[in-house]
């Protein structure tokens, strides 16, 4: 399978020069930045460095969104991590880009490939049928030039196989062929008038007669049966994938007693499908904080990406971790490992840029930070009730102020406190230990 996006239009306006992208069922990215498979370039950055990416699915094409700016399937917005299915004929829109979409099943080279029809005659060059090897290649498409009930001479005697003749006449064909005869009106025989048109007959010699068929012949005898896969191999092939399964998972098969190796692989999937979605789950969470937040996000490269950050879902993800290795993408058992430390470090980073934001918070609530910012000076300053009423009047105001900003922004409550704590806990968390040790 493969698909094309071609660009119809940017900023309104036809692009200068043809500008497409044909994808495999391996997918690509869509971005402005040199590393994806369609580079769309766009100095009012409005499509991302990495804005898009094409997935190939059990249930067809998809486009996943990556970017800051909503990408459009269709008319209708995609939200960041969310994939929309892909049909011959959508409009993608990118940015200022307009992207139009074509399936095909194989490559437009293959074309050339596909085998000759019943009529097609490859190779045979009108001008080159003098010859003779020409008119002999060129009569071999004949289907009745080997019927020997079309022949001069008489059929063969009561013992006729029409097999023998079928495969005796190829033999005879070169000898009975000649390409000179086929161009004889084009030019001088000398003959007289009433003899022009005619042409000699070509007689055979005669077939030997055929033995015909024995009566006792089989017709199924000369079919070759593949051998079968008996019950015995079968049982062997699901009792070491079940011992397979089950090593994976690090459990005794004694201790599973008599039950169903069918049922166990079931639930172990079943198993691992749950966790693989709740896991791309928690790490989408993660990532919608930080954008929330302004931090850095994780951005796809062109090798040993994590799956499970960059699937929209979790069978997307499970799907290409069992599909095997792959440049792109990491090993199904480092990828699950990476993303497990990821949540781990994050829970402690959120938890320390959580205490210094509060922290931070209190110190803008402290009494002597708003006694300090009153401006105001005279003999009713130094009158206890005045004083404490003007700063009372701040603090309401220090209230309103920061109620109105946190509404736009979340970080107009801690500053870059929380940011701080967060990057310093994140990256100190590298060679700590796993989370569930230091319980």
Not at 185 to 198: F, K, T
Not at 217 to 242: H, K, Q, R, V, W
Not at 245 to 273: C, I, N
Request: aromatic share 6%; net charge negative.
């Amino acid at each position: 399978m493969y698909l094309t996006l071609t660009v119809e239009s940017y900023q309104g306006s036809a692009p200068d020069a043809p500008l497409a992208s044909r994808f495999g069922t391996a997918g690509g990215t869509i971005g402005r930045g040199p590393g994806n498979a369609m580079v769309l370039p766009d100095a009012a950055k409005t499509v991302s460095r990495v804005h898009a990416r094409i997935d190939w699915t059990e249930d067809g094409w998809r486009l996943a969104d990556l970017g800051s700016n909503p990408s459009r399937v269709g008319g209708r917005p995609l939200a960041v991590g969310q994939s929309a299915p892909l049909a011959n004929g959508d409009v993608l829109e990118i940015g200022g880009y307009r992207l139009g979409v074509r399936m095909m099943t194989r490559a437009p080279a293959e074309a050339f490939d596909a085998p000759l029809g019943v009529h097609d005659q490859r190779g045979f060059d009108p001008l080159n049928a003098a010859s003779e090897e020409g008119v002999a290649a060129a009569l071999a498409h004949d289907p009745l030039a080997c019927a020997a009930v079309l022949a001069d001479s008489p059929l063969p005697g009561p013992r006729f196989d029409p097999l023998a003749v079928a495969s005796g006449c190829a033999d005879d064909a070169p000898h009975r062929l000649d390409g000179h005869a086929a161009f004889a009106g084009s030019r001088s025989d000398h003959v007289p008038p009433e003899q022009v048109a005619y042409v000699p007959s070509v007689r055979t010699a005669a077939h030997a007669p055929a033995g015909g068929i024995p009566h006792d012949y089989d017709p199924l005898g000369d079919i070759a049966f593949a051998p079968c896969t008996s019950a015995a191999a079968n049982d062997a092939i699901a009792e070491s994938a079940y011992a397979a399964l089950l090593d994976g998972m690090g459990v005794d098969a004694a201790a599973l007693g008599t039950r169903d190796a069918a049922e166990v692989a079931r639930l172990a999937g079943g198993m691992l499908r749950t966790a693989v979605r709740g896991v791309v789950d928690v790490l989408l969470s993660r990532s919608a904080l930080k954008r929330e937040i302004s931090l850095d996000t994780t951005m796809l490269v062109q090798r040993d990406n994590n799956p499970l950050k960059f699937f929209p879902d979790g069978d997307g993800a499970l799907a290409q971790m069992l599909r095997g290795a792959s440049a792109g993408y990491l090993p199904a058992q480092t990828a699950l490992e990476g993303a497990f430390d990821d949540i781990r470090r994050h829970e402690l980073a959120v938890l320390a840029g959580t205490r210094a934001a509060m922290q931070h918070l209190l110190g803008r609530f402290d009494p002597q930070t708003i006694a300090a910012s009153s401006t105001q000076r005279g003999w009713l300053h130094w009158l206890p009730a005045c004083r404490k009423a003007r700063q009372w009047d701040r603090l309401v105001a220090l209230h309103a102020e920061l109620t109105r900003a946190s509404a736009d922004d979340l970080q107009a409550l801690s500053g870059s406190a929380f940011n701080d704590a967060y990057e310093r806990q994140a990256s100190g968390f590298a060679d700590a230990k796993p989370l569930a040790s230091s319980i």
